[in-house]
């Protein structure tokens, strides 16, 4: 069973630049999250993404956004790059959704510089 | 507002012996605990995880050990192996998919 897959791997951009980051999860998982880990402030969570709706989010500015699509597959965005974005984007994926606990499996990650 | 903690950034161990590392919490809606092992640049991967109905679970060498009343959890790793060097981070759920972590403990299990 194929684990989670993020895309790509590793991205250098500009500051004022825009990136699109992309996770497909877990076969059969509708769950996707995103999480920003930097070495000041920790592994942070962003926004979660069930059935194609951005259920719950974390306290990022509006310039990061996402969306599922119908097959569960999840992309990021960060328009206006700021020099402090750079760090790991993860993408975590779970079987199931609102009022049940499940595990997240977490993908490689993608390492975002901003120059 | 930290409301998950881990408060030992590092830990040290000799192999075969067992390796503690602690979490506290303050948000009492906490309801599902979760531990992670991280290498550098790598995702986190899935170690063991509790529900706040137990107190206790065990999967092979991992044992988590969950104290509501001092919202206190533990991960014992029993013997610790050199492999299990990496970074540790717990993590909480409340009824959702959004995890708190904490900063992380950096376990070394020396030879």
């Known amino acids: 069973k194929a684990g989670v897959t993020q895309t790509p791997r590793y991205l250098i951009k500009t500051r004022g630049q825009q990136v699109t980051l992309s996770c497909s999860p877990i076969s059969g998982h509708r769950s996707v999250s995103w999480y920003q880990q930097t070495p000041g402030q920790g592994l942070q969570f962003l926004f979660e993404?069930?059935?194609?709706?951005?259920?719950n989010k974390g306290n990022f500015p509006g310039r990061f956004s996402g969306r599922q699509f119908s097959n569960s597959r999840s992309e990021m965005n960060v328009s206006t790059l700021e020099l402090g974005d750079s760090a790991l984007y993860l993408c975590a994926s779970s079987l199931v959704g609102t009022g049940t606990n499940t595990e997240a499996f977490f993908g490689q990650g993608t390492r975002l510089t901003v120059v | 507002d930290q409301q998950v903690k881990q408060n030992s950034p590092s830990l040290s161990v000799q192999e075969g012996r067992i390796s503690i590392l602690n979490c506290d919490y303050t948000n009492s809606m906490f309801d599902y605990f979760l531990w992670y092992k991280k290498y550098p640049a790598e995702g986190p991967t899935f170690l063991i995880s509790i529900s706040s109905i137990k107190d206790k679970n065990e999967d092979g060498r991992f044992t988590v050990f969950l104290n509501k009343s001092a919202k206190h959890l533990s991960l014992h790793i029993v013997p610790s192996q050199p492999g299990d060097s990496a970074v540790y981070f717990c993590?909480?759920?409340?009824?959702?998919?959004?995890?708190?972590f904490g900063g992380g403990t950096r376990l070394m299990v020396k030879p």
């Open positions: 993404y069930f059935s194609e709706t951005q259920r």
């Open positions: 993590a909480a759920n409340n009824a959702g998919n959004m995890l708190t």
